[in-house]
C-alpha cells in the first residue's frame, strides 16, 4: 500500500531523529504550516525544550509585513532560535528537518541561524 505524502515525511523524520538520539547531540527542530514557522532547541537525551521562535509569537508578528509563511519569516525565524540557544549555553546543534526537503523556508531558517553563530 502506497504512503501518504504526510506518513513518507513522518517516516524520514523518524530516522534522523534516531540517528541523532544515538549521537545525543542537541537538536534543532524545524514544523512547518502554511501560514507559520516554528524552531525548537531539544536536549540531547529529548526531555526538554531549551529554547522556542515562531512565528506566531506577538513580537516576531509584529516585525512581519505578511503572515509568516515565507523565506523572510523563516530568516527572522533562523537568527532569533540561534539568539535564544546561546543564551540558554547552546552553541552545537543536529539540524532536524522533520522529513522536510532542505529547500526553501527550511533552508533559509537553517542559512539564518549558521549565519547567527550556531554550529551543525
Known sequence: MALS???????RAR????????????????????LHIYASVISGDGT???AT?????????????????????????????????????VEKVAFDRAGYQYHGRIKALADAAREAGLQF
Open 48 to 50: 526538554k525544550v531549551l
Open 15 to 34: 530516522q534522523t531523529r534516531a540517528r541523532i538520539a544515538l549521537q545525543g547531540a542537541v537538536r534543532l527542530t524545524v514544523t512547518r504550516s502554511n
Open 53 to 89: 521562535a515562531s512565528t506566531a509569537e506577538k513580537e516576531v508578528r509584529d516585525q512581519l509585513e505578511k503572515a509568516g509563511g515565507n523565506v523572510a519569516a523563516a530568516t527572522l525565524i533562523g537568527k532569533r532560535i540561534a539568539e535564544k540557544a546561546k543564551a540558554a549555553g
Open 5 to 11: 505524502k504526510k506518513e513518507q515525511r513522518l517516516r
